[in-house]
């Protein structure tokens, strides 16, 4: 299958500061990226969906200003967690869709805030 | 939310067919339905996906029900790599449409 890579795999970060995690399509153009956040024991819960050269479109509840999404390319698409608190820990999984019938996923970059 | 509901858990000896339901009674005419899995600590991966007919491919083998209001993957020989979480996941096939999981089962499979 295509092969959608994250970076970094896990990161720690100081509360009040802001990180940014990189979701890239190695061997396929996307125009659509979905950025999921998935707490221990829990389902992945979508966050938004990012198209290239446009908005990102936040699911209910998701605070825009605080998860900034940029999908500059039509392979590289960025999340990055402005003025992080311990509450934002969780894993941040990526996804990428191939075509109209394939979404690969990134595997997964883990944020701890201390 | 998601439009399936799917067993919490299941157990499988290794070797065995492990067979895994999904239940989606209101799945639409242009819906398919999607199965990924996800081992502990990755990002989900892709099994398979149908519309009415069976799929089968290097991995599972994927039964719709002729109502299509359920489905059942199948692992035919289960090994312990293949503990994990799976997900079926029903679909519009547009490029914007968004992968929403449910819950998922955890399978375990044992020696």
């Known amino acids: 299958g295509a092969v959608v890579s994250q970076h970094p795999s896990w990161v720690i970060c100081k509360s009040g500061t802001s990180v940014k995690i990189e979701c890239r399509s190695l061997?396929?153009?996307?125009?659509?990226m979905f950025w999921y956040r998935q707490f221990p024991k829990q389902s992945l819960m979508l966050m938004a969906t990012?198209?290239?050269?446009?908005?990102?479109?936040?699911e209910q509840g998701v605070e825009k200003d605080k998860f900034l999404i940029n999908h500059a390319s039509l392979t590289l698409s960025t999340l990055t967690v402005t003025s992080a608190h311990p509450e934002d820990s969780s894993f941040y999984i990526c996804?990428?869709?191939?075509?109209?019938?394939?979404?690969?996923f990134g595997q997964g970059t883990r944020l701890t805030v201390v | 939310d998601a439009k399936t509901t799917q067993p919490t858990s299941m157990d499988c000896a290794e070797g065995r067919a492990a067979n895994l339901p999904c239940n989606h009674s209101t799945i639409s005419g242009n819906e398919y339905v999607y199965w990924y899995r996800q081992i502990h600590s990755q990002g989900p991966q892709y099994i398979i996906h149908?519309?009415?007919n069976n799929e089968t491919n290097e991995m599972a083998s994927l039964i719709i029900t002729e109502d299509r209001k359920s489905s059942t993957l199948i692992l035919p020989h289960a090994t312990l790599r293949d503990t994990a979480v799976y997900y079926c996941i029903v679909r519009v096939l547009k490029n914007t449409d968004k992968l929403i999981f449910g819950t998922g089962t955890r399978l375990q499979v044992f020696p």
């Open positions: 996804s990428a869709l191939q075509g109209r019938t394939e979404a690969f």
């Open positions: 149908g519309l009415k």
């Open positions: 061997d396929f153009q996307a125009t659509t």
């Open positions: 990012s198209n290239e050269g446009s908005k990102a479109t936040y």
